[in-house]
């Protein structure tokens, strides 16, 4: 059975606090009430949360608040500490990254998971198509997957964003590129810091990712090789679209790009978060989601029932 890492230690500096745990849903939901939800009518039954040991109290106090008895809910602790032996002293005031994030967990994974973000908004369907993806997946294969937005859908109208741009060839991911400044100008075209401009339908990375134990290997020599290489390891970071183009290069693994189709909700600013409140109650308003996540007590075989419908539903929409 597939199991979720969600990546949870972010500070969230451009939005001014803790942005998985604050308040979203029209009933105090957080942005990891959802993301559990989703996981867990998909079909995820373990859940490995990562975390700043400064944030242990309030992640740990969240899970417990969780109202789906059927998870098993893990939390690991990303340390800056937790290196291989260096001859060489460290200064590190801030965690390493995504990649050291995944390598946290390096002693808990032995089945395919899945991997996000806990700070973004995803939407059921990429959970799904990644479940989907898991479960036709042996776990000794290097065969991963993807889930890519579209640009467009995934800016913000009060300031700037960084997104990973992919390079997709025949539905395969060649690489991720990092474009910081982006955001759509007075003439609505999308631009970057650096004056490049993007039509918007270009595949980004939200870090929805599906992988197989096989990666945690090939990470853990990549780190060694990040610590006796970096030039500046007290603010460099270990980060995982890096290592995947590495071993894509290498031919160590091959990565499907799988279409999203649903919008997901990108908070950088704390003035996001009317559009995003708005957005989950008419989802909440349509039938996606219960009336409220935190009492929810529906049993699972009935959940599933009401998430076959709306599967329908959205097969019907597109064939219309």
Known sequence: MPELVILAAGWGSRYGGLKQV???????????????????????????????????????QKIKELPFSALNCHIIVQSKTDVPHLTKK????????????????????????????????????????????LTST???????????FRLANCLSKNGVVSRGICQVK????????????????????ILDEAGASYSGDEK?????????????????????????????LANQEFMLPTVIKK??????????VLSAKNNPFGITYKEDKPLVQKLLLDLHAQGEYPPSLKSYTQSFDESKKTFTRSLRRNRLLQSN
């Not at 990891?32 to 700043?52: E, N, P, Q, R």
């Not at 990254?97 to 994974?109: D, E, Q, S």
């Not at 539905?171 to 003439?187: A, M, Q, T, V, Y």
């Not at 894509?248 to 499907?256: E, H, P, S, T």
């Open 22 to 60: 604050d308040s979203f849903g029209p009933n105090g939901e957080s942005l990891l009430d959802y993301a559990v939800y989703d996981a867990w009518l998909c079909g995820f039954s373990k859940l490995h949360i990562v975390i700043s040991p400064e944030m242990e109290d309030t992640i740990s």
């Open 90 to 133: 460290i200064t590190r005031l801030k965690p390493w990254g995504t990649a050291h994030a995944l390598y946290a967990c390096r002693n808990h994974l032995t089945t395919p998971f899945a991997l996000i973000n806990a700070d973004d908004f995803y939407g059921r369907f990429s959970f799904k198509a990644t479940y989907d993806f």
């Open 138 to 148: 042996k776990s000794t294969t290097n065969d991963y997957s993807l889930v890519g």
């Open 170 to 189: 025949q539905g395969k991911l060649l690489g991720i590129s990092e474009r910081f400044g982006l955001k759509k100008n007075l003439d609505n075209i």
């Open 204 to 232: 980004v990375s939200m870090n929805c990712w599906g992988f197989t134990p096989q990666i945690l290997d090939f990470l853990t020599k990549e780190f060694d090789v990040f610590l006796n290489h970096s030039h500046d």
């Open 247 to 256: 071993a894509i290069a290498n031919n160590l693994c091959q990565v499907k």
